[in-house]
């Protein structure tokens, strides 16, 4: 398992979570969405402090706002998105503004989850991605 600052990533996380005042139950549905999407997946905090799931590369990853939780898409300008809901003008970044536990359920955000990860099983990232043995590796020598 990857660290941080001294402890596992889901440690961690675990701590960003209980600190996301009204946005908690959001995160905490959007894990458990990501974990059913991409079973096998795994959670680390990446180098900008941003919780995110590893299946052959970055998947997505969520910070918190007061108002809504951004849902990150490394490479959202790619992917299907019939139902409109990614939002973003970057070269390849794409988020989705989740503000409660109702737009969670959408079957859609599962779908864009589900593509994230195939599109990284297809076409693994050249650069941008985390080497998770090596972050595996740095964690156990401290």
């Not at 910070?63 to 939002?87: C, N, Q, S, W, Y």
């Not at 959408?106 to 080497?131: F, Q, S, T, W, Y």
Request: charged share 30%.
């Amino acid at each position: 398992m990857p660290t941080i600052e001294g402890k596992e990533g889901r440690t961690w996380i675990d701590e960003y979570v209980a600190k996301a005042g009204k946005q908690k139950d959001v995160v905490k549905g959007l894990r458990a969405l990501v974990k059913k999407a991409v079973p096998g997946c795994e959670e680390f905090v990446n180098p900008w402090k941003i919780p995110s799931f590893d299946a052959n590369g970055t998947v997505c990853g969520f910070m918190t706002g007061k108002e809504h939780v951004t849902f990150i898409f490394l490479r959202g300008a790619v992917l299907p998105d019939p139902e409109g809901l990614l939002e973003g003008t970057g070269k390849s970044v794409r988020h989705v503004k989740v503000r409660t536990t109702a737009n969670v359920k959408k079957p859609a955000l599962k779908k864009l989850i589900a593509e994230a990860a195939k599109l990284n099983k297809r076409e693994p990232m050249e650069g941008m991605k985390v080497d998770m043995n090596k972050r595996r590796s740095k964690g156990a020598k401290k």
